[in-house]
C-alpha cells in the first residue's frame, strides 16, 4: 500500500538544524572511552584533539579532509616553520563546522621542539590549547 497526501514536500523550504555534539569523555590517562557523554566545549576540545592527533589519509576510516597534514621535517627556518604550523592547524580545524576560527599563536622554543599555543574559537565558547612539535 502507497500513503496517499495531498501535500508536496520536495518543494517545502527545510530549516537547518545544528547536529549535536554530543560524544563520548576520552580518558587519555587510562587509554579508555569511558560511558559518560560530553557536549559542547569539552567536545570540541575532544575533536581539537583527535584531529591534530591524526594524520590525514593515513587510516581509511577517516574521509580525507579530516586530520592534519604536518610534516615538520621538510621546513628549514623558524619564520617558515611557524607559517606552516599555523597553516596546517587552521587547515586542520577548519573541517570541523563547530570551529569559527583559529587565533592568537604563540611558538616557545626548547633544544629540538616547539610548544605552540593557540586560541580556538567555537561555537560553545573559546579556549587556549597546545601542541608540542
Do not use: C
Not at 587510516?59 to 597534514?69: A, K, P, R, V
Amino acid at each position: 500500500m502507497i500513503p496517499q497526501s495531498d501535500m508536496v514536500l520536495l518543494n517545502e523550504d527545510m530549516e537547518e538544524t545544528p547536529q549535536p555534539s554530543l560524544t563520548y569523555k576520552m580518558d587519555l590517562i587510562n587509554g579508555r572511552i569511558g560511558a559518560v557523554a560530553v557536549d559542547g566545549l569539552e567536545a570540541v576540545k575532544q575533536a581539537v584533539f583527535k584531529i591534530l592527533s591524526t594524520t590525514r589519509f593515513e587510516h581509511l576510516i577517516y574521509s580525507t579532509d579530516y586530520g592534519n597534514e604536518a610534516d615538520v621535517g621538510a621546513v628549514r627556518g623558524r619564520a617558515v616553520f611557524e607559517t606552516e604550523i599555523e597553516r596546517w592547524v587552521k587547515e586542520a580545524l577548519k573541517q570541523d563546522d563547530r570551529i569559527i576560527s583559529v587565533t592568537q599563536f604563540r611558538f616557545t622554543y626548547d633544544l629540538d621542539t616547539a610548544l605552540v599555543q593557540f586560541l580556538v574559537e567555537s561555537d560553545y565558547g573559546n579556549y587556549t590549547d597546545e601542541l608540542e612539535v
